[in-house]
């Protein structure tokens, strides 16, 4: 079964700073993709970024990287200068063969002036 | 471009109630997902339909049903409500054979007393 962790509850960074989100999955399947999504308080959730297990290289999306180190089984979201508009949610999602897509608890994210 | 539109966006029910939630998927996309998310939890998959069939499910009983339209509008039926369904339910499409950019609608706020 597919399993997604997310250990940090909430975090505070300086406007400006780089931040990393750190999310490890398990799962048995061979071929699976990983997502990152952002959920602000109006609760729509809005998709950052994906990596697909086979890919070679790490996905990049403008401001946002995810750090995929297969072997270690994680996928770190790092977001970089950060901005204030960044304060949300932010969840990571593993996607197996079976198509359903797991959800991590989420990280709350507090961006300071 | 209509993005994934959900409706209503709130509402209260009592214990033993039967609700309904409707979805219309982003224009062009034909699979449509639902998902639970608890306060303070992620998502949960409940169930995923195409071609007005449900393909994959959650574990969630079967108060929980669903339907696809022609239009690939999907509505969320949960029967007997207890206090423990009170959520946010998330509509999200894509499609079929290509979950690497789910778009999720702002979800309906349900509260059952």
């Known amino acids: 079964a597919q399993k997604i962790t997310q250990t940090q509850p909430g975090m505070f960074v300086q406007e400006k700073e780089a931040v990393t989100l750190d999310c490890t999955y398990d799962t048995s399947d061979q071929s699976y993709g990983l997502f990152w999504y952002k959920q602000p308080s109006s609760g729509e959730m809005i998709f950052l970024i994906y990596q697909g297990s086979y890919d070679e290289q790490n996905a990049t999306e403008g401001r946002y990287s995810l750090n995929f180190q297969k072997a270690r089984k994680s996928a770190n979201l790092v977001i970089s200068a950060s901005q204030l508009g960044d304060s949300a949610m932010y969840f990571c999602a593993n996607e197996g063969r079976d198509d359903k897509i797991i959800f991590g608890k989420g990280t709350r994210l507090h961006i300071l002036p | 471009d209509a993005g994934v539109t959900q409706s209503p966006t709130h509402l209260i029910k009592t214990r033993g109630q039967q609700v309904t939630l409707r979805c219309s998927p982003k224009?062009?996309?034909?699979?449509v997902s639902w998902y639970q998310q608890a306060l303070g939890q992620g998502p949960q998959f409940i169930f995923q339909?195409?071609?007005?069939?449900?393909?994959q499910r959650g574990n969630f009983p079967d108060r929980f049903s669903g339907h696809q339209f022609p239009n690939y509008s999907s509505e969320l039926n949960v029967n007997a409500l207890l206090l423990g369904d009170s959520a946010l339910y998330l509509c999200?499409?894509?499609?079929?054979?290509?979950?690497?950019?789910?778009?999720f609608g702002s979800g309906t706020q349900l509260s059952v007393l």
């Open positions: 224009s062009g996309h034909d699979t």
């Open positions: 339909y195409y071609e007005e069939e449900e393909r």
């Open positions: 999200a499409s894509s499609f079929w054979g290509n979950d690497e950019k789910l778009f």
